[in-house]
Nanobody, 123 residues
Framework: VQLQASGGGLVQAGGSLRLSCEASGRTFNRYAMGWFCQAPGKEREFVASISFSGDSTYYADSVKGRFTISRDNAKNTVYVEMNSLKPEDTAVYYC?????????????????WGQGTQVTVSS
């Protein structure tokens, strides 16, 4: 599967961004999707995931109540709405697709990754 992330940019603390990730190459609606982030000098971290149907979501504690993951299976796209952004949210954000469909809730094994989109939050 090919994943193309977009929507990153520079925003002030307290602002919002919406990231998008369009998938192609296989049946999108069979696979859970996720978002991860990687800040400079740090390991890639889990941000949020969404089940194949969209009815089950899971978030890292650091983004609960601020970020919302969603998907539009008709458009082969997964989103993450990021509100109340903080400087510590600054990172490259990656979308990922489940390796094999499990049709279940989190946790998932992600095997396909997009190229990343930079999010920078200024204080």
């Amino acid at each position: 599967v090919q994943l193309q992330a977009s929507g990153g940019g520079l925003v002030q603390a307290g602002g919002s961004l919406r990231l998008s990730c369009e998938a192609s190459g296989r049946t999108f609606n069979r696979y859970a999707m996720g978002w991860f982030c990687q800040a400079p000098g740090k390991e890639r971290e889990f941000v949020a995931s969404i089940s194949f149907s969209g009815d089950s979501t899971y978030y890292a504690d650091s983004v609960k109540g601020r970020f919302t993951i969603s998907r539009d299976n008709a458009k082969n796209t997964v989103y993450v709405e990021m509100n109340s952004l903080k400087p510590e949210d600054t990172a490259v954000y990656y979308c990922a697709a489940e390796s094999v469909p499990t049709y279940g809730p989190y946790p998932y094994v992600f095997g396909s990754w997009g190229q990343g989109t930079q999010v920078t939050v200024s204080s």
